[in-house]
């Protein structure tokens, strides 16, 4: 009586069984889905107005069939501004974590690989860095790699609301993108420092340097993809962070500049108009938090899922 051979499976196949049977980060997972589709492709859509049309003589308008969720009080439609500004919030989320990640990943990779005294250095410039003031860094490093504020402001108002020809392109953005991400590396140095230097005395790095290969295949080639589960983790949870710290620089007016919007930006816009019109506040609050939480339950999901602990459940 032949024994059944029972199947194997891969470990990103189990993390992905147990992510989802995790039903709150698999709510986050398909909800985040939601607002990119809803941010990137909603503005295509037929019954979402322009984000750049003045009309003053409906400013503050209320939900209504034309308007979703009403104007501004410029008369601008709410519903496309958020849109909008949720590309540009979820473009500086992403773009700036991955700058983040990429930075921190190089990093903290030779300096566990090397160690010794170059790893001593490496590791005292990120003390530094760590001990200066976070949020005064990403200023001045914005401040520093930005581009004129003329190149920003070139814009007329005609009676159709605002020239079309003088959209800032999404590309002005790059130098916040660099900024953020620039700066918010040292926590991902370190992760890949620690996770590097636990797998590079480990049996199958020993048979490769006994094969003859080099020590920048052997790091990128075998000991990267090990620190691939931390990373994502990681990332997952930076996202929220970086969003949330671009809606502060916006907030300060350091940020996103105009017209180009964010949700930083318009939840500024409708905390110094609440009292008048509490829904330009409201939406683009709601639509923020709700893309924070949906990412927080995302990371925490992946976190478990990835936990090697948690391979034999």
Not at 77 to 93: E, H, N
Not at 189 to 204: G, L, N, S
Not at 213 to 237: C, D, E, M, Q, S
Request: aromatic share 10%; hydrophobic share 50%.
């Amino acid at each position: 009586m032949s024994e059944s051979i029972e199947k194997g499976t891969s470990l990103w196949r189990d993390a992905w069984h147990r992510l989802s049977r995790n039903k709150a980060a698999m709510l986050g997972l398909w909800f985040l889905v939601l607002i990119v589709i809803l941010c990137f492709i909603g503005p295509l859509m037929p019954f979402v107005k322009s984000p750049t049309i003045i009309n003053l003589d409906n400013s503050g308008a209320p939900p209504s069939g034309e308007h979703w969720l009403g104007t501004d009080q410029l008369g601008r439609d709410l519903l496309a501004r958020v849109l909008y500004g949720g590309q540009i919030s979820l473009l500086v989320g992403f773009v700036a974590t991955a700058v983040a990640v990429a930075i921190g990943l190089v990093y903290g990779a030779v300096s566990g690989y090397v160690g010794g005294k170059l790893d001593d250095v490496l590791m005292r410039v990120v003390d530094i860095l760590f001990a200066l003031p976070f949020l005064v860094l990403v200023i001045l490093f914005s401040l520093v790699v930005d581009k004129p504020a003329s190149e920003f402001t070139e814009w007329v108002i005609t009676t159709t609301g605002w020239n079309r020809d003088k959209v800032a392109p999404i590309t002005t953005l790059i130098p916040l993108f660099i900024a953020i991400g620039a700066i918010g590396w040292l926590t991902i140095a370190r992760i890949v420092r620690a996770q590097v230097m636990a797998y590079k005395h480990q049996e199958f790095v020993e048979a490769a340097r006994s094969l003859g290969l080099g020590n920048a295949r052997i790091l990128f080639r075998h000991i990267l993809p090990n620190v691939v589960g931390p990373i994502i983790v990681y990332t997952t949870l930076a996202v929220p962070g970086i969003m949330l710290l671009e809606s502060v620089l916006s907030f300060l007016g350091l940020g996103v500049r105009p017209p180009n919007s964010s949700w930083g930006i318009l939840i500024k816009e409708g905390a110094d108009r609440m009292e008048t019109n509490m829904g330009l506040l409201l939406y683009p609050a709601l639509f923020f938090s709700t893309t924070l939480f949906a990412l927080n339950f995302l990371g925490d999901g992946l976190r478990d899922a990835l936990d090697p602990k948690s391979s034999k459940d």
